[in-house]
């Protein structure tokens, strides 16, 4: 399981994040009032989008955002994690997409940041590490700004896939005083939210997803 940033990507596999220009939001989708607040979403292919959703402004960050009264400023890339690079790509983990510019977005009234699917079966001290450095950093860019840290999601395979990854980023974002949002299970029994590749969600999918996102955060303070 793998997803998707970086100000002008998207992926098409998890493993592969196939990259694509940030385009204005689909004429189809369903129009949105501009919101007067702004939240940075930053993460995977999850966020970004990939697979038979490549459309970030229709993906579970975008509709999470939406819901909740913000208008979403979304970075990231498919593929990559606190320590995955997407190589396919050119496409550096979290830590290198930052100092390349991805949290160089103005001022936010909310941060959240999302990951650690691509990291299956990277050490688990290194996630950790680096789940602390980014998180460090986040804090530092945005100082006194709410930021909520979601851990990886799974689609498919053994929870004990992540089950470490996860409790390795829970427990650094308790230790910064961060809230934490675990989503590791929600797509448990909804194969229909996900594409054929059973990795990315559908847009019907992202739409469940965000509804949920928007939910949990809620309630840590968003």
Not at 77 to 104: C, K, S, W
Request: include cysteine.
């Amino acid at each position: 399981m793998r997803r998707a940033l970086v100000p002008v990507l998207t992926t098409l596999l998890l493993l592969l994040g196939v990259p694509a220009v940030h385009a204005a939001p689909d004429p189809a989708a369903p129009a949105v009032a501009k919101a007067s607040k702004r939240a940075l979403w930053f993460g995977d292919s999850y966020f970004v989008g990939g697979g038979c959703s490549p459309d970030e402004f229709r993906g579970m960050a975008a509709n999470a955002s939406y819901e909740l009264g913000y208008d979403p400023v979304i970075r990231g890339a498919g593929g990559t994690g606190f320590v995955a690079a997407n190589p396919e790509y050119g496409i550096p983990p979290y830590l290198a997409q930052i100092r390349q510019g991805a949290f160089d977005v103005g001022d936010v009234d909310l941060v959240v940041v999302e990951g650690g699917s691509n990291d299956i079966g990277r050490s688990l001290s290194k996630i950790r590490r680096n789940t602390k450095r980014v998180l460090l950093i986040a804090k530092k860019r945005f100082p006194g700004t709410p930021i909520i840290v979601v851990g990886p999601m799974q689609t498919y395979g053994p929870w004990s896939d992540t089950d470490g990854i996860r409790d390795a980023m829970k427990a650094v974002s308790r230790k910064l005083g961060l809230r934490f949002v675990n989503d590791q299970k929600w797509t448990a029994g909804h194969d229909d939210w996900l594409c054929s590749d059973y990795v990315h969600p559908t847009y019907a999918g992202h739409q469940q997803l965000g509804h949920r996102l928007a939910q949990a955060l809620a309630k840590r303070g968003a």
